[in-house]
């Protein structure tokens, strides 16, 4: 068997120069490098390297290649190195689970043999880095006594706007990272507890680099976004991640991350609409170094890595999403089945336990129950899972299987199923109209116009035009204009263009209708011989500016929906234009049982250079209440706290107003879908 291209670390390697996830050191674009223990049968070795193979992918004539042995490869050659076969990279696919499982199992030894003696398997070496290997910790501990990042560095606070400063400082991939909120950044979620009550001492984030590897280039990653320097976020983080899309199969991206680069490239001083057309850029491998919130460490310093699973860290039960509970199911043998059906419900993510086997183990232990939520395994987070991660999760354990999962209250054994999701679901129907104490102008930098548009014209004539939202839609947004079509009447006044809000037609108001209604209405006055229209354009001052300097491809990528995409939507930032007329708002009650936290942090309200700004949320804290209940979103805007208007408040009024509130607050929220890449 070839020898590794890099010797192991010795006592002079630094954190820095070591590989975070195989423990030698290599550049970081290139493969990673392990020590195995036993002879590797060829048909389990990369034909480019020489090496057992990493991320094996088949092509179309029969062989196999690391994937980045053949990226690179195939970035100068179009064929295949062993039989010369005309070859593209987006032909091949990823090999089968059975064989990855094979190159899972390889044994290896740990790099850094002279502190460590330990041998495991192959797909086991970066925890036992993380977790165990007393040498990789002896490293990470130097580092961060040499130089701890500040949070403010990291993700830079809008006062310098810029991450220019903060890349000659390397961000190591998983590297802990604490320390002060930024300046102007009401932050109640990272609120220390009282002196006599060990809660937990400071919020652990961690900077990580994420690669997503796409066969199509220019298929969506499947993330909603908010935020960039033109919004009161600041940072572009992650809102929501997509069912069964690119991000959602890799599993390692969450909700509430702040995504800081992009191949390289920073998000940190641009604004919205140019970050979107950085993500949607065609390209095979997608390299995201990202922000992840881990919780709160705990002030014992013995306490598992931050890294374990979040819900682990603060197990106390939620009244309004059940409890929390954590159960360990040891195997006798490696490959003893658990006996866990696991399953995915259609109106909510995760992974949820969908029946006991019995005789089996999970049956026998009988701490698990049909109908619990897996939030996570062996340290894992599942709350955005699939039942085939979690169980390739569990295949890859050794003897003890940790389960960290969300149990509702009184949960009955026949129909308790879809009597706790109607339970669960009814203040998601709790939808009112933005109320006249509540009303406020949209951020500074966002407008909207109105508009009348009037025309003449034959009966048999269409408008044109094609629709989308609806108060029966999700976020409960208002009726919008998805395309004009160049063959009807509006199309040729020009006045009336995508992503406009639609208010009434012919006098017939708009905004409290379905779908269906929308369009029922719009074909029955369309038949007249004249049409009055009402409608809402939205904007935004950065996408103006920008947009003198941005290529013609930029703005088609931006605004521009193809006559196929039936689901377009206008970017999160177009929706902070609309005036609060017409906005829809919900109450959220959030509920605990000590002096914890809330669990999220926000930003807004007066401030000199900017005037007053709503409130928006932007990070919701792994393992507090506004965590578990599930219903807070990044970017969603704080209208107001147990039914007092935030409107005209500073940070220093909202600051005592929730912290006031010790088992129970009511939040009313507008929340707007981010934007989709």
Same mark, same amino acid.
């Given at each position: 068997m070839t020898e590794p291209k890099a010797s192991p670390p010795a006592g002079g390697v630094t954190w820095a120069r070591v590989c975070k996830e195989c423990g030698q050191c290599h550049d970081g674009r290139d493969s990673h490098l392990f020590e195995y223990q036993d002879e590797v049968d060829d048909e389990l070795v990369c034909h480019i390297c020489l090496q057992p193979l990493l991320q094996p992918m088949d092509t179309p004539c029969g062989h196999t290649y690391c994937f980045h042995c053949l990226s690179n490869f195939l970035h100068d050659q179009d064929f295949c190195p062993v039989d010369r076969q005309r070859l593209l990279l987006q032909q091949c696919r990823a090999s089968s689970l059975l064989v990855r499982n094979l190159l899972d199992k390889l044994a290896v030894l740990c790099p850094f043999r002279g502190e460590c003696q330990q041998n495991m398997q192959r797909c086991e070496l970066q925890p036992h880095l993380h977790n165990r290997c007393p040498a990789f910790r002896r490293l990470r501990e130097e580092a961060e006594r040499k130089k701890r990042p500040s949070w403010n560095e990291l993700k830079g606070s809008k006062s310098d706007g810029d991450l220019a400063d903060a890349k000659s400082t390397p961000i190591a991939r998983t590297g802990q990272l604490s320390g002060p909120s930024e300046p102007g950044l009401v932050n109640p979620a990272f609120e220390e507890g009282e002196d006599d009550t060990p809660l937990r001492s400071s919020l652990v984030a961690e900077a990580t680099v994420v690669e997503l590897f796409r066969e199509d280039p220019d298929e969506d990653l499947g993330l909603r976004i908010v935020g960039g320097k033109d919004t009161p976020l600041g940072n572009i983080v992650i809102q929501e991640i997509v069912r069964d899309s690119l991000a959602a199969r890799d599993g390692k991206l969450a909700p509430g991350d702040h995504i800081l680069e992009v191949n390289d490239v920073s998000l940190a001083s641009i604004p919205h609409n140019r970050a979107i057309a950085v993500l949607r850029q065609s390209c095979s491998r997608v390299r995201l170094t990202v922000m992840q919130e881990k919780g709160f460490k705990p002030r014992p310093e013995h306490l598992a890595q931050p890294s374990a699973s979040p819900p682990s860290q603060s197990p106390n039960p939620n009244q309004n999403h059940g409890t929390i509970i954590q159960v360990t199911l040891v195997k006798r043998e490696r490959s003893e089945p658990l006996g866990i059906k696991l399953i995915r419900?259609?109106?909510?993510?995760?992974?949820?336990?969908?029946?006991?086997?019995?005789?089996?183990?999970?049956?026998?232990?009988?701490?698990?129950? &049909?109908?619990?939520?897996?939030?996570?395994?062996?340290?894992?987070?599942?709350?955005?899972?699939?039942?085939?991660?979690?169980?390739?999760?569990?295949?890859?354990?050794?003897?003890?299987?940790?389960?960290?999962?969300?149990?509702?209250?009184?949960?009955?054994?026949?129909?308790?199923?879809?009597?706790?999701?109607?339970?669960?679901?009814?203040?998601?129907?709790?939808?009112?109209?933005?109320? /006249?104490?509540?009303?406020?102008?949209?951020?500074?930098?966002?407008?909207?116009? #109105?508009?009348?548009? +009037?025309?003449?014209?034959?009966?048999?004539? /269409?408008?044109?035009?094609?629709?989308?939202?609806?108060?029966?839609?999700?976020?409960?947004?208002?009726?919008?204009?998805?395309?004009?079509?160049?063959?009807?009447?509006?199309?040729?006044?020009?006045?009336?263009?995508?992503?406009?809000?639609?208010?009434?037609?012919?006098?017939?108001?708009?905004?409290?209708?379905?779908?269906?209604?929308?369009?029922?209405?719009?074909?029955?006055?369309?038949?007249?011989?004249?049409?009055?229209?009402?409608?809402?354009?939205?904007?935004?001052?950065?996408? !103006?500016?920008?947009?003198?300097? +941005?290529?013609?491809?930029?703005?088609?990528?931006?605004?521009?929906?193809?006559?196929?995409?039936?689901?377009?939507?206008?970017?999160?930032?177009?929706?902070?234009?609309?005036?609060?007329?017409?906005?829809?708002?919900?109450?959220?009650?959030?509920?605990?049982?000590?002096? !914890?936290?809330?669990?999220? +942090?926000?930003?807004?309200?007066?401030?000199?250079?900017?005037?007053?700004?709503?409130?928006?949320?932007?990070?919701?804290?792994?393992?507090?209440?506004?965590?578990?209940?599930?219903?807070?979103?990044?970017?969603? #805007?704080?209208?107001?706290?147990?039914?007092?208007?935030?409107?005209?408040? &500073?940070?220093?009024?909202?600051?005592?107003?929730?912290?006031?509130?010790?088992?129970?607050?009511?939040?009313?929220?507008?929340?707007?879908?981010? /934007?989709?890449?």
């Open positions: 419900k259609s109106e909510e993510p995760g992974v949820f336990i969908l029946d006991l086997l019995p005789g089996g183990l999970a049956a026998k232990d009988g701490k698990l129950r &049909n109908n619990d939520k897996v939030l996570g395994i062996n340290g894992q987070d599942l709350r955005h899972g699939t039942p085939e991660s979690a169980a390739q999760i569990i295949q890859a354990c050794e003897m003890r299987v940790n389960f960290v999962v969300m149990r509702l209250p009184d949960l009955l054994e026949e129909g308790g199923e879809g009597q706790s999701r109607g339970a669960r679901r009814v203040p998601e129907l709790q939808y009112f109209k933005r109320r /006249s104490e509540y009303m406020k102008e949209p951020p500074v930098g966002f407008s909207s116009q #109105e508009k009348t548009v +009037s025309l003449k014209k034959e009966p048999r004539h /269409s408008l044109g035009i094609t629709i989308a939202g609806g108060r029966d839609c999700r976020s409960r947004l208002p009726v919008y204009i998805t395309s004009v079509q160049p063959v009807g009447c509006l199309h040729r006044d020009g006045t009336v263009k995508t992503g406009d809000v639609l208010l009434s037609i012919n006098d017939i108001d708009l905004t409290h209708l379905t779908y269906n209604e929308a369009v029922t209405i719009l074909k029955t006055q369309a038949a007249q011989n004249t049409v009055t229209l009402r409608v809402i354009q939205t904007s935004a001052e950065e996408e !103006e500016q920008d947009g003198e300097s +941005s290529t013609r491809e930029d703005m088609e990528t931006l605004e521009g929906p193809k006559e196929d995409d039936i689901n377009w939507a206008p970017l999160w930032t177009r929706w902070l234009g609309l005036p609060s007329c017409i906005h829809w708002c919900r109450d959220i009650m959030l509920m605990k049982t000590n002096s !914890e936290s809330w669990g999220f +942090s926000i930003v807004g309200g007066y401030e000199e250079s900017r005037g007053q700004q709503p409130f928006f949320i932007k990070t919701i804290v792994p393992g507090t209440p506004a965590h578990f209940d599930g219903r807070l979103k990044c970017g969603d #805007e704080i209208v107001a706290v147990n039914g007092v208007t935030t409107v005209g408040m &500073n940070n220093s009024s909202l600051i005592p107003m929730l912290k006031l509130q010790k088992n129970k607050v009511t939040l009313t929220v507008v929340s707007w879908p981010g /934007s989709l890449v």
